[in-house]
């Protein structure tokens, strides 16, 4: 009995091996695909048309950014834009003008996975701003419209306008934006961004209260950014 049953696990054994050898020779060999796509890499230059627009709008305003990327790997992009505002800030007692250059430097990271032969971009971004410009006080009235402190006669307008000159402002900025090739290396393109004022030099006795490529300053020392941009991608290579 006990030559029977070692039998018996042989034959089971080498049964069992020749169904798995034929099950193998059935499946289908992988092939794999031969084909390389290469996408653009290179220069992209566009201008935020979100500035143009406001100066038809509004009297009080004149600015013109340029912007620019480049792709450096599959999903980063160091990016910069830089330009000019003049934007006059109307307060209670107060009418002023600032005008000046800017320049945001930083990288983006495109978080959107393409289809084959797209290129488009949902991207988050971060960017370090720094502007130098002048600030001229047009116009003020002292505040001192006090009840209590006896004060009944109405302040007078000081219209002798006083004027500062090489001003700068630091911030920072982060950034999520999408952009879309709408033609053959024509991108569209619109993003949202939060900015952290680091450090403005103020007048000796007026503060300021706009930084060109930062807007407008407020007590918080934070504000948001809006750009709609159309750009074009000069290839200089295909990765």
């Known amino acids: 009995m006990f ?17 798995q050898e034929t099950q193998q020779d059935k499946v289908p060999e992988k092939k794999t695909d031969t084909i390389v796509y290469k996408t653009n ?21 004149t600015g013109l950014e340029i912007t620019g990327d480049y792709r450096i790997r599959k999903n980063v992009y160091i990016a910069t ?28 990271y495109n978080a959107y996975k393409n289809w084959l032969d797209m290129n488009n971009e949902v991207f988050i971004g971060f960017r370090y701003g720094f502007s130098v410009f002048d600030q001229t ?5 002292p505040n001192v419209s006090d009840a209590e402190s ?37 991108f569209i393109g619109f993003s949202v961004s939060y900015k952290i004022l680091m450090s403005a030099k103020n007048p000796e006795d007026f503060q300021v209260l706009f930084a ?21 991608l000069i290839p200089f290579s295909k990765k």
């Open 3 to 19: 030559k029977y049953f070692i039998s018996f696990c042989f034959i089971f054994l080498a049964a069992k091996s020749f169904c």
């Open 41 to 61: 890499y290179g220069l992209r230059l566009g201008i935020d048309i979100s500035r143009p627009i406001k100066a038809a709008v509004s009297s009080s305003y």
């Open 150 to 186: 006896g004060n009944y006669f109405p302040a007078t307008l000081k219209t002798t306008s006083k004027a500062a000159t090489s001003l700068n402002a630091h911030w920072s900025e982060l950034m999520i934006g999408i952009k879309a090739e709408t033609f053959k290396n024509i």
């Open 137 to 141: 006080l047009n116009n003020y009235t």
């Open 81 to 108: 834009e830089l330009g000019y505002e003049e934007e006059t800030s109307v307060e209670d007692y107060s009418n002023s003008t600032s005008k000046g250059n800017f320049i945001r430097v930083g990288l983006n």
């Open 212 to 232: 060109p490529g930062f807007n407008r300053i407020f007590e918080s020392k934070t504000g948001f950014g809006l750009n709609y941009t159309i750009s074009y």
